[in-house]
């Protein structure tokens, strides 16, 4: 199938509770898709911890092909920009 455009960016501490973790993008979906008339469990979001190997940390020959910098480039070529609360907008 058609991969989804992604809407959102999380990067996720290893140290939080799985149901923090899910009450916050809740929270996050909620405060910016409601007003908006859009259902906040139609929004995307790409979780860099479940999109690199967290077994074998491979950190890339330099910056530009590091997996962080890579899953970066991929959600921005992916996505439509929209400045969002909080985010400097």
Avoid: M
């Avoid at 455009?5 to 405060?31: M, P, Q, R, Y």
């Avoid at 950190?59 to 909080?86: K, W």
């Amino acid at each position: 199938g058609a991969v989804p455009i992604v809407d959102t960016f999380v990067s996720h501490w290893w140290g939080e509770e799985t149901a923090d973790f899910v009450a916050a993008l809740i929270l996050h979906a909620k405060s910016l898709d409601e007003e908006a008339g859009r259902d906040p469990l139609d929004r995307v979001y790409w979780i860099c911890t479940f999109t690199n190997c967290q077994h074998r940390v491979e950190l890339g020959a330099s910056l530009a092909t590091s997996p962080f910098n890579l899953a970066l480039s991929f959600v921005a070529s992916r996505s439509v920009a929209e400045p969002q609360a909080g985010c400097g907008a």
